[in-house]
T-cell receptor, first 110, second 113 residues
Framework: RKEVEQDPGPFNVPEGATVAFNCTYSNSASQSFFWYRQDCRKEPKLLMSVYSSGNEDGRFTAQLNRASQYISLLIRDSKLSDSATYLCVVGSGWGQNFVFGPGTRLSVLP | EPEVTQTPSHQVTQMGQEVILRCVPISNHLYFYWYRQILGQKVEFLVSFYNNEISEKSEIFDDQFSVERPDGSNFTLKIRSTKLEDSAMYFC???????????FGPGTRLLVL
């Protein structure tokens, strides 16, 4: 079983749409959870950390369900600049080494 | 805003040659990481480094790889004898004590011919 799995994508949505990303992880001992975004041939950049209580940052909302080992990201009112690959990332172990999902590519169309 | 820097941005080498990839982590960070991303694939953990020693390493990080913090600012990844399959983007990351977020450098694109 893969450690971190994500929707295969790609997602092509019109501007203004709401889009949801799903992620599951296999290691129940994982301790930290994130969504990063990656533009083509660039480094991963932190979008937001994810907590069990859920967190919101403007148009972005992330949720964590530890019992079902599930993480989600919701983007409301999507913009052209949201076009990127969204990476679900889980931190494990003493050093909090990151395990990355394969990413889900989003294209927001005018 | 402080950031992780990496040099070179691109490196082309012949199979069997040694390469050294360099990183300057964010200055007050204490934990350092190397990851790689083969074109079209996911980002994979290679090694973590803390207190001048390796904390953890993946199966990818075999005897051909080594890391070093030669001074107070640089963090290097050496590949002793490169193989074609080492061609990838190599990302350095760092994080501060008590923080969970890792900050990534822009990467070095390595091409082994």
């Amino acid at each position: 079983r893969k450690e971190v799995e994500q929707d295969p994508g790609p997602f092509n949505v019109p501007e203004g749409a709401t889009v949801a990303f799903n992620c599951t992880y296999s290691n129940s001992a994982s301790q930290s959870f994130f969504w990063y975004r990656q533009d083509c041939r660039k480094e991963p950049k932190l979008l937001m950390s994810v907590y069990s209580s859920g967190n919101e940052d403007g148009r972005f909302t992330a949720q964590l369900n530890r019992a079902s080992q599930y993480i989600s990201l919701l983007i409301r009112d999507s913009k052209l600049s949201d076009s990127a690959t969204y990476l679900c990332v889980v931190g494990s172990g003493w050093g909090q080494n990151f395990v990355f999902g394969p990413g889900t590519r989003l294209s927001v169309l005018p | 805003e402080p950031e992780v820097t990496q040099t070179p941005s691109h490196q082309v080498t012949q199979m069997g040659q040694e390469v050294i990839l360099r990183c300057v982590p964010i200055s007050n960070h204490l934990y350092f990481y190397w990851y790689r991303q083969i074109l079209g694939q996911k980002v994979e953990f290679l090694v973590s480094f803390y207190n001048n020693e390796i904390s953890e390493k993946s199966e990818i990080f075999d005897d051909q790889f080594s890391v070093e913090r030669p001074d107070g600012s640089n963090f290097t990844l050496k590949i002793r004898s490169t193989k074609l399959e080492d061609s990838a983007m190599y990302f350095c990351a760092s994080r501060d004590r008590g923080q969970e977020t890792q900050y990534f450098g822009p990467g070095t694109r390595l091409l082994v011919l």
